[in-house]
């Protein structure tokens, strides 16, 4: 799913960043060579690293 229409940034991309370690959304967007631009992922971006990084999943890749 799309979270970030600015970037075009996938719920999987974010998932993937926090897998990677990133800690926030800003890391993550940033570990993906972006950042925020309108700002109205933010919020949700926070709440999927959160997610991942208490429940990893076996595969965090997106589907092609």
């Known amino acids: 799913m799309i ?8 719920d999987c991309d974010i998932r993937a960043a926090a897998g990677r370690g990133c800690r926030d959304g ?3 967007y ?7 631009v309108c700002g109205g992922c933010r919020e949700l971006a926070d709440d999927i690293v959160d997610e991942a990084r208490r429940q990893p999943a076996a595969d965090d890749r997106c589907a092609a």
Request: some cysteine.
């Open 26 to 28: 800003e890391s993550a």
């Open 3 to 10: 979270i970030c229409s600015c970037n075009v940034i996938r």
């Open 30 to 36: 940033r570990s993906m060579g972006c950042g925020f």
